[in-house]
Nanobody, 123 residues
Framework: VQLQASGGGLVQSGDSMRLSCTVTGRNDRSYGMAWFRQAPGKEREFVAGLTWSGEVTTQYAESLEDRVTFSKDITRNTVYLVMNNLKPEDTAVYYC????????????????WGQGTQVTVSP
């Protein structure tokens, strides 16, 4: 399983961003996808997760749910994370992750991780 993330970069406070993650090699359509982030000096934290097929389940971190949308494009094997009204505290490396089953915010459940993409929000 391979994950290729893109997007991010340097943005300003109040801007929006969209991160993409394309997954290959995962044929079980019941798998889960998620975004985590890790800021300097902090532990990795859950941002959002969803199930790839079947009964759709989407979960967001409570502190972010009013600013984040997590979606998927099955035809492109790609998930998207849109975050609005960015703040300097959103500065972090963002990682997409994939699990063979629904893992939600439980990071040990994810067996494949993307390379991470840096998001820097200037004041």
């Amino acid at each position: 399983v391979q994950l290729q993330a893109s997007g991010g970069g340097l943005v300003q406070s109040g801007d929006s961003m969209r991160l993409s993650c394309t997954v290959t090699g995962r044929n079980d359509r019941s798998y889960g996808m998620a975004w985590f982030r890790q800021a300097p000096g902090k532990e990795r934290e859950f941002v959002a997760g969803l199930t790839w097929s079947g009964e759709v389940t989407t979960q967001y971190a409570e502190s972010l749910e009013d600013r984040v949308t997590f979606s998927k494009d099955i035809t492109r094997n790609t998930v998207y994370l849109v975050m609005n009204n960015l703040k300097p505290e959103d500065t972090a490396v963002y990682y997409c992750a994939s699990s063979p089953y629904w893992s939600g915010r439980y990071s040990p459940g994810y067996d494949a991780w993307g390379q991470g993409t840096q998001v820097t929000v200037s004041p």
